[in-house]
């Protein structure tokens, strides 16, 4: 029998999702942001770079601005107005302290009971390779959670008025082959579509085919993978890591 997946913890009201790159949330969980944005709930994007590097056909300093606003206007879609950008090198990304305090300002600042990030695995199953970017910003996210709550872990982001936030009690991880939590996809799939689709620029370089329709294709395709453990329901899926 296949294993069914558990509900998304719903007591909470502060959420932090980093990722490496403008469009990550957008491919994985923005149904599920947008059910909790339509709830009340608070949530903050944090993205380690402005994707420059993403576009063969335009240069990082053209790209970056360009991916910038059509992140804003994604975010926005899904009822997300709070975006930052932490301005590390798209595409290599280094994996260190500088990252994890660079994540663990955020959560001081942002104070989330729970995080969200993109798969830090080497594969997104199977022999599907995951981007180094992916899984640096995933391990250090689930990394900095802890890092924020333990004053002497970087003490000078106290210094700069960052008090210490033990508060974040998950991390869930998107784009997983392990989920293990989920969330019903189904009210805030067209805006779903429409977050994706605000990528333009990126996804008509990606695809020959009809930007919507390809959005459309793609998100119905990953929701609808997780109906059979979900009680039949499209569903954004998350590994979640209690804390």
Same mark, same amino acid.
């Given at each position: 029998?296949?294993?069914?997946?558990?509900?998304?913890?719903?007591?909470?009201?502060?959420?932090?999702?980093?990722?490496?790159?403008?469009?990550?949330?957008?491919?994985?969980?923005?149904?599920?942001?947008?059910?909790?944005?339509?709830?009340? #709930?608070?949530?903050?994007?944090?993205?380690?770079?402005?994707?420059?590097?993403?576009?063969?056909?335009?240069?990082?300093?053209?790209?970056?601005?360009?991916?910038?606003?059509?992140?804003?206007?994604?975010?926005?879609? /899904?009822?997300?107005?709070?975006?930052?950008?932490?301005?590390?090198?798209?595409?290599?990304?280094?994996?260190?302290?500088?990252?994890?305090?660079?994540?663990?300002?955020?959560? #001081?600042?942002?104070?989330?009971?729970?995080?969200?990030?993109?798969?830090?695995?080497?594969?997104?199953?199977?022999?599907?390779?995951?981007?180094?970017?992916?899984?640096? /910003?995933? #391990?250090?996210?689930?990394?900095?959670?802890?890092?924020?709550?333990?004053?002497?872990?970087?003490?000078?982001?106290?210094?700069?008025?960052?008090?210490?936030?033990?508060? /974040?009690?998950?991390?869930?991880?998107?784009?997983?082959?392990?989920?293990?939590?989920?969330?019903?996809?189904?009210?805030?799939?067209?805006?779903? /579509?429409?977050?994706?689709?605000?990528?333009?620029?990126?996804?008509?370089?990606?695809?020959?085919?009809?930007?919507?329709?390809?959005?459309?294709?793609?998100?119905?395709?990953?929701?609808?993978?997780?109906?059979?453990?979900?009680?039949?329901?499209?569903?954004?899926?998350?590994?979640?890591?209690? #804390?």
């Amino acid at each position: 029998m296949t294993q069914q997946l558990e509900p998304m913890p719903t007591d909470w009201r502060r959420a932090l999702a980093v990722v490496a790159h403008p469009d990550d949330l957008e491919y994985g969980c923005a149904a599920a942001v947008a059910g909790w944005t339509d709830e009340g #709930r608070e949530v903050t994007y944090l993205l380690a770079t402005r994707g420059e590097a993403g576009i063969d056909t335009l240069a990082p300093e053209e790209c970056a601005p360009l991916r910038e606003r059509e992140q804003r206007e994604s975010a926005a879609a /899904v009822g997300v107005t709070a975006v930052e950008f932490l301005d590390h090198r798209d595409g290599v990304i280094e994996y260190g302290t500088a990252l994890r305090r660079d994540i663990a300002a955020a959560v #001081r600042r942002h104070r989330p009971e729970l995080v969200i990030t993109l798969n830090h695995r080497d594969t997104w199953g199977g022999v599907a390779w995951n981007t180094p970017d992916h899984r640096t /910003v995933g #391990r250090a996210t689930l990394d900095a959670a802890g890092d924020a709550g333990n004053r002497w872990i970087f003490p000078e982001l106290g210094e700069q008025g960052l008090e210490p936030w033990d508060g /974040v009690r998950w991390v869930a991880v998107a784009g997983t082959d392990r989920p293990t939590h989920a969330v019903d996809a189904t009210p805030g799939f067209e805006r779903s /579509v429409r977050s994706l689709l605000a990528h333009r620029t990126y996804i008509e370089v990606l695809t020959d085919e009809d930007p919507e329709a390809y959005c459309r294709t793609f998100l119905t395709g990953a929701t609808g993978a997780a109906a059979e453990r979900f009680g039949g329901r499209p569903a954004v899926t998350f590994e979640l890591f209690a #804390r």
